[in-house]
């Protein structure tokens, strides 16, 4: 007995297969539901033949690559040009206003408050805040020209750039570079404990971070300075001089909100600062 190859392939369609009248079944169960001639026409209707499937396929040149579409809340720039091919020697007109910083610094503020059991814990969230981005402020400002020569040439770099790795020339650093970058001008005061050889104190009379901030009377220990002692925490690790900083009040009648930065230091850190002293001196 032969079998046809195509048959045996290829399963048996509706065509092929027997029909049975539905007068038929109608007339022997006069209770079943009856077919309309929609659903007839439509039961028996043959499946759309090869000829009007369209052979032509679409040629590679044809094809148009697509692209991602931007997410609802990005905005792409005209000029296609992102933060990163922006020149780091900005100039002054490139300042942040003092309103958008106030608004700022309160939102970091009103999210660092979120979840903490106390003013310590809501200043060492501050602080951690501020500490990545003293690390990448050391690079920066070691990059840039002065602010004395960026008027001149404004594009170029800083010729000499010189890493402080001693402990009176990174806080010279701080009290003025770092300061002039942050705030405008330079701190109001840099002094050396008397009690402690691994103690420096940074003062400013009025910080801008407490400006815009109101503390309420339950709170009246906390300095939002510490998001500026991460700072500078951060410049000192990255130096290589690792200190611990916190902020303290230290208001006075004439300037009620005046900020004490406490910097100590490591003790391998001064001992290595001694031991580069006494070989300069030989």
């Not at 759309?48 to 499937?53: I, K, L, P, Q, R």
């Not at 007109?93 to 814990?121: C, H, K, P």
């Not at 709170?219 to 500026?228: E, F, H, K, R, T």
Request: glycine share 6%.
């Amino acid at each position: 007995m032969s079998l046809n190859i195509a048959q045996a392939a290829f399963p048996p369609t509706a065509s092929s297969l027997p029909t049975r009248p539905l007068s038929s079944a109608s007339s022997s169960n006069p209770n079943a539901p009856s077919l309309s001639s929609s659903t007839h026409s439509a039961a028996t209707t043959k499946p759309t033949s090869a000829s009007s499937v369209p052979s032509a396929l679409p040629t590679p040149s044809s094809i148009q690559p697509l692209r991602p579409s931007p997410s609802p809340g990005l905005k792409v720039p005209s000029n296609r040009k992102t933060i990163y091919d922006r020149n780091l020697n900005r100039t002054k007109n490139a300042e942040l206003s003092r309103a958008s910083f106030a608004y700022l610094f309160a939102e970091m503020v009103t999210y660092a408050q979120r979840r903490v059991t106390g003013i310590q814990d809501l200043e060492r969230r501050l602080n951690e805040q501020g500490y990545p981005l003293g690390l990448r402020l050391l690079s920066l400002l070691l990059y840039r020209p002065p602010l004395t020569s960026r008027a001149s040439s404004s594009s170029a770099t800083n010729p000499n750039p010189t890493r402080p790795h001693r402990i009176l020339s990174l806080l010279q650093f701080i009290s003025t570079q770092l300061w002039r970058h942050l705030f405008g001008r330079g701190a109001d005061g840099l002094e050396r404990s008397n009690n402690s050889h691994l103690e420096y104190y940074i003062m400013d009379n009025d910080p801008l971070v407490n400006m815009f901030i109101s503390v309420p009377k339950e709170m009246s220990q906390l300095n939002c300075g510490a998001y500026v002692a991460g700072i500078v925490e951060g410049v000192c690790d990255g130096a290589g001089l690792n200190a611990k900083v916190s902020a303290h009040n230290g208001g006075t009648e004439m300037w009620p909100g005046r900020t004490v930065w406490l910097v100590k230091f490591e003790e391998g850190v001064v001992e290595r600062e001694g031991l580069v002293e006494k070989m300069a001196k030989s």
